[in-house]
C-alpha cells in the first residue's frame, strides 16, 4: 500500500504564503505525476498545481505567478509554495500521486487533505 501524507496547511492573512508538503511511503517503485488539487466548500474539487517525473509543470490559471509546485524524488515528496495567497484560495488541499508499486501498475493515490484558510 501507499500512504500520501501532507502538511503545512493553516490559517494565514490575504497576502501572506504557506508552503504545503506531502510525503508518499509505502512499497513504491516509482512515482509519475504528482499533484495537488483543491476543494472549497460547495465547490467541485480542482487541479492547483501538477508535476511530472522530469519535473515539467501545470497550474491552474488562478495561481500562475503566485503558487511553485516542486518535488525531491529522492524523498518520494512534493510541495507547493504558495505566495501571494488571497480569501479565495481558501479550501481544502489535497495531494494527489500516480504511483506504480512493486506489485500494481501505475494508479492515483490521495492525502487525507490539509485545510488552508486565508482571512484578516
Known amino acids: 500500500q501507499v500512504q500520501l501524507v501532507e502538511s503545512g496547511g493553516g490559517l494565514v492573512q490575504p497576502g501572506g504564503s504557506l508552503r504545503l508538503s506531502c510525503a508518499a511511503s509505502?512499497?513504491?517503485?516509482?512515482?509519475?505525476?504528482m499533484g495537488w488539487y483543491r476543494q472549497a466548500p460547495g465547490k467541485q474539487r480542482e487541479l492547483v498545481a501538477a508535476?511530472?517525473?522530469?519535473?515539467?509543470?501545470t497550474y491552474a490559471d488562478s495561481v500562475k505567478g503566485r503558487f511553485t509546485i516542486s518535488r525531491d524524488n529522492a524523498k518520494n515528496t512534493v510541495y507547493l509554495q504558495m505566495n501571494s495567497l488571497k480569501p479565495e484560495d481558501t479550501a481544502v488541499y489535497y495531494c494527489?500521486?500516480?504511483?506504480?508499486?512493486?506489485?500494481?501498475?501505475?494508479?492515483?493515490?490521495w492525502g487525507q487533505g490539509t485545510q488552508v484558510t486565508v482571512s484578516s
Open positions: 494527489n500521486a500516480n504511483v506504480q508499486t512493486l506489485v500494481w501498475p501505475p494508479r492515483d493515490y
Open positions: 509505502g512499497s513504491i517503485f516509482r512515482i509519475n505525476a
Open positions: 508535476i511530472t517525473y522530469a519535473s515539467s509543470t
